[in-house]
């Protein structure tokens, strides 16, 4: 389902930052934003993050089989040799990876280009395939039931 919506958004190049919380527990973070506790549905997080609606300038949390929170605000890093082609959501992306173990997704609304950051290292020019072999990789030795739901499509 996510990988579905993030491909979704990248081709219709709608600027998205989704988060997937892992070991460190992000409830402050969560807090910033309107609570969901949702289904995870492509459906819904490319509506969450479609231009004008009220939650899509901020990131969309993801914990266990849940969106969680949406429009939340994350730390931006201070990083200042981050380069300028990247904007504030990439900013933001590395900001939450250096504050915890997090996985984020950037999909960039200028390119449609797919970004992902964790533990302070950005991948770009990811692709559905590159994006679903990692959160495989990521999530497929957790007893994490979002695993189905990350990698479903």
Same mark, same amino acid.
């Given at each position: 389902e996510i990988v579905n919506a993030v491909a979704s958004l990248s081709r219709q190049k709608i600027g998205a930052l989704i988060v997937i919380e892992n070991g460190v527990g992000l409830a402050d973070i969560v807090e910033t934003g309107t609570m969901l506790n949702s289904e995870i549905s492509s459906e819904l997080i490319?509506?969450?993050?479609?231009p004008k609606s009220p939650l899509h300038d901020g990131a969309v949390i993801i914990k266990d089989e849940k969106i969680v929170a949406a429009g939340c605000f994350l730390p931006l890093s201070s990083n200042n040799s981050l380069s300028k082609e990247l904007g504030t959501r990439h900013r933001a992306a590395l900001g939450m990876s250096e504050k915890s173990d997090a996985f984020i997704i950037v999909v960039s609304e200028e $390119?449609?280009?797919? $970004? $992902?950051?964790?533990?302070?290292?950005?991948?770009?020019?990811?692709?559905s395939e590159t994006l679903k072999n990692t959160l495989n990789k990521l999530f497929a030795d957790s007893d994490n039931t979002?695993?189905?739901?990350?990698?479903?499509g």
């Amino acid at each position: 389902e996510i990988v579905n919506a993030v491909a979704s958004l990248s081709r219709q190049k709608i600027g998205a930052l989704i988060v997937i919380e892992n070991g460190v527990g992000l409830a402050d973070i969560v807090e910033t934003g309107t609570m969901l506790n949702s289904e995870i549905s492509s459906e819904l997080i490319i509506n969450l993050f479609f231009p004008k609606s009220p939650l899509h300038d901020g990131a969309v949390i993801i914990k266990d089989e849940k969106i969680v929170a949406a429009g939340c605000f994350l730390p931006l890093s201070s990083n200042n040799s981050l380069s300028k082609e990247l904007g504030t959501r990439h900013r933001a992306a590395l900001g939450m990876s250096e504050k915890s173990d997090a996985f984020i997704i950037v999909v960039s609304e200028e $390119t449609g280009i797919i $970004t $992902t950051v964790q533990n302070s290292s950005i991948s770009r020019h990811i692709d559905s395939e590159t994006l679903k072999n990692t959160l495989n990789k990521l999530f497929a030795d957790s007893d994490n039931t979002i695993f189905k739901k990350i990698t479903s499509g």
